[in-house]
Structures are given as C-alpha cells and as structure tokens.
C-alpha cells in the first residue's frame, strides 16, 4: 500500500500544475501589469521631475526679479538728492557754470547718473515732447499765446519741474512737468 499511497501522491501533485500553456499565459499578465505599473511610475517621475525644473526655472526667475530690484529703494531715496543738485546746477550763473565748483557739480552728477544707470536706473527728460500719462505728471498747464494757433502742439511739454525715472524699465517716478494747452 505504501506504493499506492506515493503513486496517489504522485497524481494529484501532476494534476495541480498547470499546463505550459497557462503558465507562459499567467507570465505574460503578469508582465503586462509590471508594464503598466512600470509605466504609470515612469509617467509620475516625468511630471515630478517637469514640475521640479518648472519650479527652478520660476525660482530663478524671482531671484532675478529681486537682484533687478533690490536697489529701487536705494535709488527711490537717492532721487531727492538729484533733485536737489539739478537744482543746484540750475541756479549757478553764467560765469559761476564755468567756475571750479560748478564744474564740481556737473562732475558729481555726471557720476551719481553713471552708477545709477548701471544699475538699470533711466533718467525721463521729456521737454518738446507729447505728454504721455503713462510717464509724465502734468503739475501746470500754460494757455498758448500764439496767434493763429493750428493747435499742433496741443499736450506738449514746454517745461520738466522734475526729472522721472524707470528702473529695469518699471516706471519709479513720472517726469513733472508743464503743459501747453489751447
């Protein structure tokens, strides 16, 4: 009977293997679910890594942005400072433009314009030209004591009180000046 018993043994174990066919079938479901699994983390890796060089792309962009920027309260203080050595220059005479301390004055501010404007800083002097609202800031208006006026310099600026700025091209403060009118 002990041969028997092996030989039952035997059968069953024979008879719970599948046939090749449905092992080779089994495999290749289990290769495709890999795939797609394999797939599905690849496509997540891909977004992951399109949104990490989205992220340092805009990063960068910002820290450019604050580098461009950085200096605009420095040269927003230091405008008054201009103001008043344009003043200053302005109010010399003839013979004191000539001196030795007014050529001191154009030298400085031909040097404060120098480091300003390497640091993107644009000076906005807009005499005989069209008043723009976008740049300019009308503080008075002239009435035109032409004769037979054709009106052709309607808005045009006869007179900048105040020099405007634009820094990195963001306009800090419009030019103020004088408008001839009809």
Known sequence: MSEENEKSKEQPIEEKLPSELETIKELQDI???LEQEKNEYLEGWKRAKADLLNYQKEMENKMKEI???ANENLMYDLI?????????INSLSEKDK??????????????IYEIMSKYGLEVINPENKK????FHEAIST????????????????????????????????PAKVKVIIH
């Open 98 to 111: 000539d001196s030795p301390l007014g050529k001191g004055y154009y030298l400085i501010q031909a040097q």
């Open 131 to 134: 008043f723009d609202p976008l």
């Open 31 to 33: 290769i495709k679910k």
């Open 142 to 173: 002239k009435k035109c004591e032409k004769e037979n006026c054709d009106k052709s310099d309607e808005n045009m600026i006869i007179e900048v009180l105040a020099k405007g700025y634009i820094l990195n091209g963001k306009l800090i403060r």
């Open 80 to 88: 008054p400072v201009l103001d008043s050595l344009d003043l200053a």
């Open 67 to 69: 580098v461009m920027y």
